[in-house]
């Protein structure tokens, strides 16, 4: 295990002093412990590009020209045609 030696802000040392006395540990094994995390969220990240990656290859046939229209897109002919229906019900 190598030693790192790091400077901080006294405050800083003292609320890691704190926080360690509280967990039952030490100031190294915080910093141990957090090092440690950066390591594994960067193997996370690179997990997860690794799975988009995999995702948008098998995506085929996409064309940004395939776009619908707004009122494709909500349907909008059919919701009117539904409430004058509705309307007309209403009415009788």
Known sequence: MA???VSVPDEVYRAAR????EQGSSVSALVAEFLGSLSEREAELARLAAKRQ???SQIK???PHHNLSR????DRAARRAEADEARK???R
């Open 61 to 63: 046939g996409f064309s």
């Open 89 to 91: 019900r209403a009415v």
């Open 3 to 5: 030693n790192v030696t």
């Open 71 to 74: 009122d494709e897109l909500y």
């Open 18 to 21: 704190i926080r360690a006395a």
């Open 54 to 56: 995999e995702i948008i």
